[in-house]
Nanobody, 122 residues
Framework: QVQLVESGGGLVQVGGSLRLSCAASGHTFSTYYMGWFRQAPGKERELVAAISWSGGNTYYAGSVKGRFTISRDNAKSTVYLQMNSLKPEDTAIYYC???????????????WGQGTQVTVSS
């Protein structure tokens, strides 16, 4: 069993930055593929970014590519999402997710955090 706790969400103006963190516990962090998903009101949950077990491979949704950066620190059992040049359409609840298997846009990861709200005001 893996427990995931997100932090770092909040209210930010257009063009601003936030860094989300997700601390994991309960199992060997380095064995888990990690992802960040988001869900905006009235929309389906979507994969924003994912990172492989060692951090060597990453995926970004087209809408965030060049603005968001996912990274992980296996020694700290933490995954991060650096979000720059934020837009109103980035407003959503952001969820951290973990799975032993590769996380893709079709994945339903086994473990989820509780979510953290990100609101971008214009």
């Amino acid at each position: 069993q893996v427990q995931l706790v997100e932090s770092g969400g909040g209210l930010v103006q257009v063009g601003g930055s936030l860094r989300l963190s997700c601390a994991a516990s309960g199992h060997t962090f380095s064995t888990y593929y990690m992802g960040w998903f988001r869900q905006a009101p009235g929309k389906e949950r979507e994969l924003v970014a994912a990172i492989s077990w060692s951090g060597g491979n990453t995926y970004y949704a087209g809408s965030v590519k060049g603005r968001f950066t996912i990274s992980r620190d296996n020694a700290k059992s933490t995954v991060y999402l650096q979000m720059n040049s934020l837009k109103p359409e980035d407003t959503a609840i952001y969820y951290c997710a973990a799975d032993l298997r590769i996380i893709t846009i079709w994945s339903r990861p086994d473990y989820w955090g509780q979510g953290t709200q990100v609101t971008v005001s214009s």
